[in-house]
């Protein structure tokens, strides 16, 4: 059971221009949010992240997004650069647990 | 800078032959995990550390043992790898449980090839 998913194994965007990562989850007791950065051969970096008493937090040109009713997230990256590309993990947990659940990834290519 | 290390960064291991993957942290947090990651898969958390205190996944297999002889490290023993266990291996860390400001944080992984 995928309590965390990304449905979009891949994605390309010109440089410049804004990324959107989409993540869903299924299990309502999640209330912490991540998103993790992923470069090849190296391991996941925490990137952002949103709490559910927010629908969104912003650090730069990252900003997460959360709509708890359809129980979605979106990292939005304005504007995207070359150096963005790499492996975006969307992760979820709640207060009191050590566990957090990952989705399976969005590889982001950004084009010069 | 604090951190997290893990050794070696590649490993060949024979099938049946006993390996283990270390970690280390200089961040000082309680907890430590342990996860495997295959190609195109979410990282799979195998069990955890919370201080001295291990707590084991219900699907991990018995084949997969911990230890965590101080707060600074934590060791991945593969008793008797089968060639399923060809994976990236990751370590992180967390100050304490989840919620807000508790991200993890991780190594580079060691990737394990069993021949």
């Known amino acids: 059971d995928q309590q965390v998913k990304q449905n979009s194994p891949s994605l390309s965007v010109q440089e410049g221009r804004i990324s959107i990562l989409n993540c869903d989850y299924t299990n309502s007791m999640f209330d912490y949010f991540l998103w993790y950065k992923k470069y090849p051969a190296e391991g996941p970096t925490f990137l952002i992240s949103?709490?559910?008493?927010?629908d969104k937090n912003e650090d730069g040109r990252f900003t997460v997004f959360l709509n708890k009713s359809a129980k979605h997230l979106s990292l939005h990256i304005v504007p995207s650069q070359p150096g963005d590309s790499a492996v975006y993990f969307c992760?979820?947990?709640?207060?009191?647990?050590?566990?957090?659940?990952f989705g399976t990834g969005t590889r982001l290519k950004v084009l010069a | 800078d604090a951190m997290v290390i893990q050794n070696p960064r590649y490993q060949v291991t024979q099938f049946g032959k006993p390996v283990t993957l270390s970690c280390s942290q200089t961040l000082n947090h309680n907890v430590m995990y342990w996860y495997q990651q295959k190609s195109s898969q979410a990282p799979k958390l195998l069990f955890h550390?919370?201080?001295?205190?291990?707590?084991n996944e219900a699907d991990t297999p018995d084949n997969f043992q911990s230890r965590r002889p101080n707060t600074s490290f934590c060791f991945l023993d593969i008793r008797s790898p089968g060639l399923g266990d060809a994976a990236m291996y990751l370590c992180?860390?967390?100050?304490?449980?989840?919620?807000?400001?508790?991200?993890?944080?991780f190594g580079d992984g060691t990737r394990l090839s069993i021949l």
């Open positions: 992760a979820a947990t709640h207060s009191g647990t050590y566990k957090y659940i």
């Open positions: 992180a860390t967390s100050r304490g449980l989840g919620g807000v400001g508790q991200p993890q944080h």
């Open positions: 949103i709490s559910s008493i927010k």
């Open positions: 550390y919370y201080d001295k205190d291990f707590n």
